[in-house]
T-cell receptor, first 112, second 111 residues
Framework: EAQVTQNPRYLITVTGKKLTVTCSQN?????MSWYRQDPGLGLRQIYY???????DKGDVPEGYKVSRKEKRNFPLILESPSPNQTSLYFC???????????FGPGTRLTVL | GESVGLHLPTLSVQEGDNSIINCAYS??????FIWYKQESGKGPQFIID?????DKRQGQRVTVLLNKTVKHLSLQIAATQPGDSAVYFC??????????FGKGTKLTVNP
């Protein structure tokens, strides 16, 4: 089944404790992206990747890092999480930046 | 700057009626548009897309209309069903490497 998977789905952590949210797609898509979704603000792009070893900042990259060592994986790293990073995070992938993106199920992160 | 917005944050319709969800965009350079549906607790799901060289595109029970003159996009859902209840987002590609999403319209279908 073609899908985008994210782990964990739910996470409660404390300020400053490094965490990684994994994202994997099995569709051989070149384009992958991370979004955060907050009430009243909609979906905002954090980082995106056009292909392996090619990443770029989205609209809200501060406090986040990503890597794209393999085509299928695009982890999101929070080196020192803060409460303002409490949000619902979505990973997405598509054949190209112009295609309709497939979204993962979301990761709900709470930073205390 | 780039922005994609929606005229109404909520829309309530009766089951069986047609629904129209609107979206305004500001970047005249945008050449690709997508509508997404997000059900509660799930990620956005692709519904239909349209390129700027088209005015209309139809899918199964859905139609997207694009008016480039007034920079307006709409999603029409025919014979709306309870399963259509969700938040609907439009997104635009302004010629860059990323999509810009609107804030969403919540559609509620009343039985």
């Amino acid at each position: 089944e073609a899908q985008v998977t994210q782990n964990p789905r739910y996470l409660i952590t404390v300020t400053g404790k490094k965490l990684t949210v994994t994202c994997s797609q099995n569709m051989n898509h070149e384009y992958m992206s991370w979004y955060r979704q907050d009430p009243g603000l909609g979906l905002r792009q954090i980082y995106y990747s056009m292909n392996v070893e090619v990443t770029d900042k989205g609209d809200v990259p501060e406090g986040y890092k990503v890597s794209r060592k393999e085509k299928r994986n695009f982890p999101l790293i929070l080196e020192s999480p803060s409460p303002n990073q409490t949000s619902l995070y979505f990973c997405a992938s598509s054949l190209s930046n112009e295609g309709g993106q497939f979204f993962g199920p979301g990761t709900r992160l709470t930073v205390l | 700057g780039e922005s994609v917005g929606l005229h109404l944050p909520t829309l309530s319709v009766q089951e069986g009626d047609n629904s129209i969800i609107n979206c305004a965009y500001s970047n005249s350079a945008s050449d690709y548009f997508i509508w997404y549906k997000q059900e509660s607790g799930k990620g956005p799901q692709f519904i239909i897309d349209i390129r700027s060289n088209m005015d209309k595109r139809q899918g199964q029970r859905v139609t997207v209309l694009l008016n480039k003159t007034v920079k307006h996009l709409s999603l029409q859902i025919a014979a709306t069903q309870p399963g259509d209840s969700a938040v609907y987002f439009c997104a635009e590609n302004p010629g860059s490497e990323k999509l810009v999403f609107g804030k969403g319209t919540k559609l509620t279908v009343n039985p």
